[in-house]
């Protein structure tokens, strides 16, 4: 026991190099499946080339942001006692796997959808077991190179700084292993919020011009072959929902875990890991929650054509959530120790713990990730209500679509609006439950529980645009009829779980935010933050402002970009003979050029504001102003993302329910009737709100947090230094017994 003591800092790297074995073998398989007719190919050819095309142009420019932000941080890293220029590296080191883990699932899913379709000519076990094996490959791989990296630089950074020089871990030197470690999460969200921002535009754009030309106006089917934009929609379910939300994942994964640490490093904890107990734990239960996605992941299937594929993947989701949680209480009882907790920054001058401040026990950190598993999982079903086929919200927008277009929008807006409710409720429970059992550092731990089975939320999150895409390749070689029928169940149940992911994605956007505040509060020096002051109020106004001007550019983004698509796809029908007759292919290649010029060009904007904001705030007014912003932007972030993404995920099933016949008034309306158009409106209007502004909205709050934390030693005020490093230099004092310990780790 003693040697896993000593070691377990390096088993987490390794737990992350297991998931990405597993990866590469299950990579392996899909690559070794089917592909189809030559057709079935070129079709997949030109998804994968156009998606390809997307990630090099976005690379090129953010190449540029990469160098530029990298040069910066150096410089101000020789600023300031608690960091380093190496931030620099590590900014760099968050960039790189970003990119990477979005590049890993591009490729993955553009495999993984054609050779779906070839297995949906099978059987609809073999074509789930396809397309959710390539997510799975996606989740893996994310998920792993997040607990790689991390777990690598913190033991750099950890050896560097602390066990080298024989500092305490509750000191100045662990404050600077962790700011530098920072610019690991601030490159990862940097590059999520571009690509998730550019992801967006770019499927938006394509999905919108192929739908109000080829569907509405062509009376064609959405992934008819003869519409010119059908590639681009196909590519952009690639460029948003699969390498958009590995880095979106990427970055919360890895902010998660970076912000808990973080708290962690103010708790005093006599343990068996040389006093870093606290800081660890959210990396092992990272660990652990990958491994356990694994066996959730491998019990995923079904075995006849009418077994339920939802369940399938709840079967697989549950089991993963029920191991974490089971594992994960026998390794906060082995970790931590048996004495009471509080942090540094509840102590007053004499070390005494002030009047009112909490006080938490081992017991109450794994109560409070507990309380991050329930709420995580209440999401996903909340969500799920809100967004499914047949529930009461998306059935109250199909009744109102009977009465034109403008009830149909109506109708979706208040679905979306009533959809936060509960969601906030739920997350106010959560917050207040986790900080009852453990304090600030129980609300990060809480995110950090919710986020464990990463992995295994992100696999179904992604096998759901590989579905969509396979059905399109279906409908566009013209295979049977049974063969798009069980790609569109797949792909029905896919847009269920992609909603859902988008809940359980802001639910943990939410609380890391709040702890990445906390730590933020912390850092800067700040001992509260009064909103009776005029300039507090300010900032709590302006930050609860900017997601609304964010998801405006957002939104006109891809109103402007869809425009030029339908005037595209229009010159197209017009000018080229013989189209509509399969006589002549049409010019894919140009719609796709459209959106990838506008999604590059557009998402500059949006990113900007996330980035410059803080720094702007900060440095002219201050950090208790700052936090009034953070404030501001955390709450209004969290509605609106809710808001947006709930009500589009409701007006797609809407309009899909019309597929299979509904029933309004006592009649049976399929597709081209009236209220379906109606729905195809309302779909219109929901897509850049489910897949562009409304996703953005937590990589927005994340990314303003972490740059706000990672500023936070630049703002700190002499007065507050001085007073820190007289609490740092009693911590040391207190602290000393253990510094063998921490040379043996």
């Keep these: 026991m003693d040697l896993l003591n000593n070691y377990l800092i390096y088993l987490i790297p390794v737990m992350g190099l297991i998931g990405i074995i597993v990866m590469a073998i299950k990579s392996a398989w899909v690559t070794s499946q089917e592909t189809g007719d030559a057709s079935m190919n070129q079709l997949a050819g030109y998804i994968a080339d156009g998606a390809m095309a997307f990630l090099r142009a976005e690379w090129k420019i953010l190449s540029y942001f990469v160098v530029v932000a990298g040069i910066l941080l150096a410089w101000s890293g020789t600023t300031v006692a608690t960091s380093s220029p190496i931030i620099a590296v590590s900014f760099l080191i968050g960039a790189f796997l970003s990119a990477f883990a979005g590049y890993l699932g591009m490729r993955i899913a553009t495999k993984s959808n054609v050779r779906t379709t070839q297995a949906a000519k ?12 390539g997510g799975t490959v996606m989740g893996l791989g994310v998920a792993g190179l997040a607990i790689i990296g991390l777990g690598s630089l913190f033991i750099v950074f950890y050896t560097m700084y602390v066990t080298s020089k024989g500092e305490a871990v509750n000191g100045e030197a662990m404050a600077k292993a962790l700011d530098v470690l920072a610019g690991f999460s601030l490159g990862a969200e940097s590059i999520a919020l571009f690509a998730r921002v550019g992801g967006g535009i770019y499927t938006k754009a394509a999905d919108v011009g192929a739908d109000l030309v080829g569907k509405v106006e062509a009376g064609i089917p959405e992934d008819d072959v003869r519409n010119p934009a059908t590639i681009a929609d196909n590519v952009g379910d690639n460029v948003g929902d699969v390498a958009g939300m590995g880095a979106d994942l990427f970055g919360s994964y890895v902010a998660t875990m970076l912000a808990t640490m ?13 006093g870093i107990a ?11 929650g990958l491994i356990f996605s694994i066996v959730g992941a491998s019990m995923v299937k079904i075995s006849k054509e009418t077994d339920s594929v939802q369940k399938a993947l709840n079967i697989g989701n549950w089991a993963s959530i029920v191991l974490t949680a089971v594992a994960t209480y026998f390794v906060v009882q082995w970790m931590l120790p048996a004495d009471s907790f509080h942090m540094l920054r509840d102590e007053d001058a004499n070390g005494a713990v002030k009047a009112g401040s909490l006080v938490f026990t081992k017991n109450g950190v794994f109560g409070s990730i507990l309380v991050g598993l329930v709420v995580g999982t209440l999401m996903s079903i909340i969500t799920e209500y809100y967004t499914a086929m047949g529930k009461r919200p998306v059935l109250s927008i199909i009744k109102q679509s009977s009465t034109g277009h403008a009830t149909n929008i109506i109708g979706g807006l208040a679905i979306g609006m009533e959809s936060t409710v509960l969601p906030i409720l739920v997350l106010a429970a959560g917050i207040y439950g986790s900080y009852f059992f453990a304090g600030l550092y129980g609300v990060a731990i809480a ?5 464990a089975t990463t992995a295994m939320q992100l696999a179904i999150d992604a096998f759901g645009p590989i579905a969509d895409n396979a059905g399109g390749i279906a409908e566009m070689s013209r295979l049977p009829e049974e063969v798009r029928g069980r790609t569109d169940n797949l792909d029905a149940v896919g847009n269920t779980t992609a909603a859902t992911g988008k809940g359980f994605a802001i639910a943990s956007a939410a609380l890391t935010s709040l702890a990445l505040f906390a730590a933020f509060v912390g850092v800067a020096g700040i001992e509260h933050i009064d909103i009776y002051k005029a300039n507090v109020l300010a900032g709590l106004f302006v930050g609860g402002m900017i997601p609304f001007i964010f998801s405006a550019l957002c939104i006109s983004a891809v109103g402007r970009a869809a425009m030029a698509m339908v005037e595209e796809v ?37 990113g900007l504001i996330a980035l410059i904001t803080p720094i702007i705030i900060g440095f002219a007014f201050g950090p208790e102003v700052l936090g009034g912003l953070l404030a501001g932007v955390t709450v209004s972030g969290v509605l609106m993302g809710i808001f947006q993404s709930n009500a589009g995920g409701a007006w797609d099933n809407a309009k899909k329910s019309f597929e299979k016949g509904v029933e309004i008034n006592g009649e049976i309306y399929y597709k081209k009737s009236e209220p379906h158009k109606a729905s195809v409106t309302g779909d219109t209007v ?7 502004s409304g996703p953005s909205m ?43 310990v921490d040379k043996k780790i």
């Design 686 to 692: 929901g897509d850049p709100f489910k897949d562009t």
């Design 570 to 606: 229009r010159r197209q029908f017009r000018e080229i003979p013989g189209i509509m007759e399969y006589k002549a292919r049409p010019e894919y290649e140009k719609c796709v050029e459209i959106s990838t010029k506008a999604s590059i060009r557009e998402m500059v904007a949006p």
């Design 278 to 288: 606290p800081v660890l734990l959210p990396m092992v239960i990272a660990g652990l």
């Design 698 to 740: 937590n990589i927005l709050i994340k990314l303003m947090s972490i740059v706000s934390l990672v500023i936070a030693p630049h703002l700190n005020s002499a007065d507050n230094t001085s007073k820190m490093m007289q609490k740092q230099e009693k911590v040391q004092s207190m602290n000393v017994h253990q510094i063998h």
């Design 447 to 451: 995110a950090a529980g919710m986020m």
């Design 262 to 274: 973080v708290l962690g490093r103010e708790i005093v904890s006599h343990d068996s890991f040389g």
């Design 122 to 133: 099978t059987s609809l076990a073999k074509a789930l077991k396809v397309s959710f094996t």
